[in-house]
């Protein structure tokens, strides 16, 4: 119960690590607000999340014991943003802990990449995080302190091919970190990033992302064929890590066991980055 009477707020909360984020925090004692656009993002090729997904998320909450409010909202858009933000603080009394997690994919050559694909990227996942700060910070610092996790991506310790505008958009939020680190640590806010390498979620499960791990094939991998190639990228012999696997180390973070932890780029990455 190392979370226990706090309130999580967790964005992208619809699937995959944000939903592995908000039942991993519940299980641990937390309320939790659950934010997600639940629709496709223009210029994307992943499935999108919708609202049974959400619904899914607060279901599997409920079965902890522990109470969830969900809202439909875009971390573009920060007007609705902040008023989800809100009535979700309301309805629990406050907040403590804030997991930035919505984000997108896509891919081309840097060169290659059209103005939409370039901005979309920046303002979901770079903008978007900053967003959720801005409209949670000040619940925290009412609150006397709290923890901020903005997830990043080995593409925010690395350059990666293909993706330059995620890439881009990844190392924004590890600058982003380092100057809410020292803003907010005056007022007992603690913010750190965590770096996944591939985790096993639908944004890397698709034909289109296992299609460009897999040039060679002139049919769409499957799920073996795919890992065979993701592999290589990772310095331990595992193919991706689970939602669970960035969870547990966002829970640490969020938790009074790193109550001195601050600034700090946390991989989750089977060694990608040093391999």
Not at 20 to 42: K, L, P, S
Request: aromatic share 4%; net charge negative; with cysteine.
């Amino acid at each position: 119960m190392r979370l226990e009477g706090k309130v999580a707020l967790v964005t992208g909360a619809a699937r995959g690590i944000g939903r592995a984020q908000a039942v991993r925090f519940a299980q641990e004692g937390a309320d939790v607000i659950a934010v997600d656009v639940c629709e496709r993002v223009d210029t994307t090729v992943t499935p999108p999340a919708g609202p049974d997904d959400l619904a899914e998320t607060a279901r599997l909450v409920r079965e902890t014991g522990r109470g969830i409010e969900t809202f439909v909202a875009d971390v573009r858009d920060r007007a609705a943003l902040a008023a989800a933000v809100d009535a979700g603080v309301a309805a629990f009394g406050g907040l403590d802990v804030v997991c930035a997690t919505a984000g997108i994919t896509s891919s081309a050559p840097a060169l290659e990449l059209t103005p939409d694909a370039w901005q979309t990227m920046l303002d979901v996942n770079l903008t978007g995080v900053w967003q959720t700060c801005a409209v949670s910070a000040p619940h925290l610092i009412e609150r006397g302190g709290g923890s901020m996790i903005l997830t990043s991506s080995i593409a925010g310790l690395r350059g990666l091919v293909g993706v330059a505008h995620y890439t881009a958009a990844k190392h924004g939020v590890v600058g982003l970190m380092r100057s809410l680190a020292k803003e907010l640590a005056p007022h007992g806010v603690r913010v750190n990033t965590v770096h996944p390498t591939n985790v096993d979620t639908d944004m890397i499960q698709n034909d289109a992302v296992r299609s460009k791990f897999r040039p060679d094939l002139d049919h769409a991998p499957t799920r073996e064929e795919f890992a065979e190639a993701a592999v290589t990228m990772n310095m331990l012999p595992v193919p991706w890590v689970e939602p669970v696997d960035i969870a547990n180390a966002s829970l640490f973070l969020a938790s009074d066991e790193a109550r001195y932890i601050t600034s700090v780029s946390l991989p989750v990455d089977a060694g990608s980055t040093r391999r």
